[in-house]
């Protein structure tokens, strides 16, 4: 299981497109950075991240 780099929420490696988030549902989503895959919990942590990476590796 990975964890969001901006909250730490649990997302399930094997199936990034399902996380449970707060008992809500979201769509998990990745970016490479630095040769590292990220995934996050949703979209908006996602931009965080792409905002600033330094903030969150």
């Known amino acids: 299981m990975a964890q969001c780099p901006v909250c730490g929420s ?3 490696q094997g199936n990034p497109t399902e996380t449970d988030y707060r008992e809500e549902a979201f ?5 490479e950075h630095e ?7 949703c979209e908006e942590h996602r931009d ?6 330094d903030e969150y590796v």
């Open 48 to 53: 965080a991240f792409e905002e600033n990476p």
């Open 35 to 41: 040769g590292e895959t990220y995934v996050f919990c």
């Open 10 to 12: 649990d997302i399930e």
């Open 27 to 31: 769509g998990g989503t990745q970016v």
